[in-house]
């Protein structure tokens, strides 16, 4: 699980924090955007084609408002949460925004093992901001895990403190904790207020604001960009004034559903997404408690974290 320090009584960013007002800021240096690392045991890979460098760039606003990722022949795009076969080595739009909408709190199962279950096949939001231009950041949940009432490896085991308060908020808010020093976990508050639990974000398949996301994480391959929880809050620019936001409020960082209507109309199809079966597995990263099946993911994913060996069972 991951945390950060919180009083009780402001769990909840405050207005200088808030990310829809801070916005997403430019990476550190001015550094311009490169192209993602050839290798040849990681099979979804792409190359990064953006205008040349020029001698001053004030920000990265044009390059990341302008970058076309080209995947190479015979690798795998993911756009709009799809697996398609690239033999021509189609040019693919990152900026393209998907018809992602808002879930409310009214939506979440009130059990912390079946959200984490929910939760696998929706979408996590930042929103563009202040320093990085018209750039937003979005991907499909593809392994969450769960930390249940009585769990001992939970953070709220031990009853709510200052630093665990966002997870005894109501379902739905963030709980960010730097952990090992390193590291930023992004969890989410899972039962009702004042009952503390919660589940881990730990993996998505990124869809957009890859160049962002890139930049973020350099030197990364597409696969590895936000698959496991450090890289995908490190990807999405997640850290303590995360703590306590109310990740249904639909601006700054939300989770969201695909607007199946709408994606349908925009890619002129009658027929629905296909279906993606969801698998369960012990957790991984503990010390006990790791035979209880708590791990959800879409099976197939490429972008799952962890060993692969234990990749196998539907839920």
């Given at each position: 699980m991951a945390t950060m320090v919180a009083q009780r009584g402001s769990a909840r960013c405050t207005d200088a924090a808030r990310p829809q007002q801070a916005g997403v800021r430019a990476p550190e240096g001015g550094a311009t955007l490169g192209?993602?690392?050839?290798?040849?045991?990681?099979?979804?890979?792409?190359?990064?084609?953006?205008?040349?460098?020029?001698?001053?760039?004030p920000s990265?606003?044009?390059?990341?408002?302008?970058?076309?990722?080209?995947?190479?022949?015979?690798?795998?795009?993911?756009?709009?949460?799809?697996?398609?076969?690239?033999?021509?080595?189609?040019?693919?739009?990152?900026s393209a925004a998907l018809p992602i909408v808002p879930l409310r709190r009214e939506e979440l199962p009130v059990d912390t093992v079946e959200l984490a279950r929910f939760m696998v096949g929706k979408y996590l939001v930042r929103d563009a901001g202040e320093g990085a231009g018209d750039v937003r950041l979005a991907g499909r949940l593809v392994e969450v895990e769960a930390y249940p009432l009585g769990d001992s490896t939970s953070h709220a085991f031990i009853g709510q403190r200052a630093w665990n308060a966002s997870m005894f908020l109501a379902r739905g808010h963030a709980?960010?904790?730097?952990?090992?020093?390193?590291?930023?976990?992004l969890n989410m508050s899972s039962e009702p207020e004042e009952v503390g639990a919660g589940v881990l974000f730990r993996a998505v398949e990124p869809?957009?604001?890859?160049?962002?996301?890139a930049h973020r994480r350099r030197g990364a391959p597409?696969?590895?960009?936000?698959?496991g929880p450090g890289r995908l809050t490190q990807a999405y620019g997640i850290g303590q004034s995360f703590d306590g936001f109310d990740l249904c409020?639909?601006?700054?960082?939300?989770?969201?559903?695909?607007?199946?209507?709408?994606?349908k109309a925009a890619q002129k199809a009658a027929q629905e997404?296909?279906?993606?079966?969801?698998g369960v597995t012990t957790?991984?990263?503990?010390?006990?408690?790791?035979?209880?099946?708590?791990?959800?993911?879409?099976?197939?994913?490429?972008?799952?974290?962890?060993?692969?060996?234990?990749?196998?069972n539907g839920a």
């Open positions: 192209r993602f690392p050839q290798s040849a045991t990681v099979p979804l890979h792409a190359s990064l084609r953006h205008e040349p460098e020029r001698r001053a760039r990265l606003e044009r390059p990341l408002q302008s970058a076309i990722f080209i995947l190479e022949s015979n690798a795998m795009s993911t756009l709009a949460g799809k697996y398609v076969s690239n033999d021509n080595a189609p040019a693919i739009d990152a709980y960010v904790r730097l952990t090992y020093g390193s590291a930023y976990m869809l957009e604001g890859l160049a962002l996301m597409l696969r590895d960009l936000t698959r409020s639909g601006q700054g960082l939300w989770i969201g559903r695909l607007d199946l209507a709408a994606h997404d296909p279906a993606r079966t969801v957790r991984i990263g503990l010390s006990r408690e790791t035979e209880r099946l708590l791990r959800f993911y879409e099976m197939g994913s490429p972008f799952v974290s962890g060993p692969r060996k234990l990749l196998a």
